[in-house]
């Protein structure tokens, strides 16, 4: 049976004083980030919350900072409204889904940092390269940032960092769930909550596979048959 519809907001102040005023009732708030097309994956992270605290929120925000110019930006896959009916058929439901425009928009202009059209091509760009609407403030794990994932996607883990920073400072949540599929991104979260004394818990719960065996994934909805084997092929070898 599908629960209730989850409030939506799409403004910090706002999704910052609902989870103050939440708080101040003796709720405790868990925190799913994801950037959308929600899998089982996801649907995981969130029972995970719910054993953990009172609310849930889940965030929805495909994070431009943490893709190159020569990343999927422009063609991340998502879809609002299926995320939304995913998200009632979870046992329990979630109760906010915080689904910001752009969160560096500091409302100096439009043309800045979040996914904005750059002056020439007119193509989709990550604000890594425009500068930005006064964004300039970065968070770098940056021992842990530097190798695996890190050597071929050098902005990646600082803008995950970075926005996971700011979804902290908004929501204020007691506990955040994360997916230990992105392992070094998980270790990199841990270590910066340690590193700069957030108050939050981290929680990393194991991977969710498909029947295939291939790890549950927003990008897989990309794949081709071909991709999916190929992709099934360099985990076997591995493995070996
Ligand atoms: O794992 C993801 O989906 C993203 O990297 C995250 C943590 C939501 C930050 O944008």
Not at 118 to 123: A, L, P, R, S, V
Not at 128 to 142: F, K, Y
Request: aromatic content about 6%; glycine content about 10%; proline content about 4%.
């Amino acid at each position: 049976m599908a629960n209730k519809d989850p409030l939506m907001i799409t403004d910090k102040d706002e999704m910052r004083k609902w989870s103050r005023s939440m708080r101040a009732q003796g709720k405790t708030i868990g925190l799913v980030p994801t950037m959308g097309y929600l899998h089982e994956g996801h649907l995981s992270l969130i029972q995970e919350s719910h054993k953990q605290t009172h609310l849930t929120v889940v965030s929805i925000y495909i994070n431009p900072g943490q893709f190159s110019p020569t990343e999927d930006l422009s063609t991340y896959p998502s879809d609002l409204l299926g995320d939304i009916q995913k998200l009632k058929s979870v046992p329990g439901g979630v109760d906010v889904v915080f689904n910001p425009k752009n969160l560096y928009d500091y409302g100096n202009n439009d043309n800045g940092c979040g996914v904005g059209l750059d002056q020439e091509g007119g193509k989709v760009v990550s604000c890594v390269e425009t500068g930005g609407m006064g964004h300039e403030t970065w968070v770098r794990v940056e021992r842990l940032e530097k190798d695996l994932c890190g050597k071929s996607r050098p902005v990646f883990f600082r803008g995950v960092a970075t926005i996971v920073t700011k979804l902290f400072n908004i929501v204020e949540p007691d506990v955040a769930v994360f997916g230990k599929k992105d392992y070094q991104q998980w270790r990199i979260i841990k270590r910066m909550v340690r590193d700069l004394d957030f108050g939050i818990k981290v929680i990393g719960t194991e991977l969710a596979r498909d029947d295939d065996g291939l790890a549950k994934s927003s990008r897989n909805a990309r794949l081709s048959p071909d991709d999916r084997q190929k992709q099934r092929m360099v985990k076997m070898i591995a493995k070996s």
